[in-house]
């Protein structure tokens, strides 16, 4: 089975940086797209950031222009760099892999933006 690991979550005044890491491992012959997603309580998971396998990416427009996904691909790592944190960027950020048809999912870390 596949795993992940997510880091570097944390608390953060308005206007700081940070920067979110998780780590697949388990049996992966290749992957498909890396991901980032968000959710806070009473809404439903939202698409933060995604990369393809042909290095191509895309943005919720609410983060475009401040945060910066990319990953290290012989680490088969996924990073989030988080610039301008704003207040309503506060949620549980959870990484996604996909993997051939399947999607695998991080356990959530909180980042939590304070005004």
């Known amino acids: 089975q596949v795993q992940l690991v997510e880091s570097g979550g944390g608390l953060v005044q308005a206007g700081g940086s940070l920067r979110l890491s998780c780590a697949a491992s388990?049996?992966?012959?290749?992957?498909?797209?890396m991901g980032w997603y968000r959710q806070v309580p009473g809404k439903q998971r939202e698409l933060v950031a995604r990369?393809?396998?042909?290095?191509?990416?895309n943005y919720a427009d609410s983060v475009k222009g401040r945060f910066t996904i990319s990953r290290d691909s012989a680490k088969k790592t996924v990073y989030l760099q988080m610039n301008s944190l704003k207040p309503e960027d506060t949620a549980v950020y959870y990484c996604?892999?996909?993997?051939?048809?399947?999607?695998?999912w991080g356990q959530g870390t909180q980042v939590t933006v304070s005004s």
């Open positions: 996604l892999v996909r993997i051939i048809l399947s999607n695998y």
């Open positions: 388990g049996s992966i012959s290749s992957i498909n797209i």
């Open positions: 990369i393809f396998s042909s290095g191509a990416t």
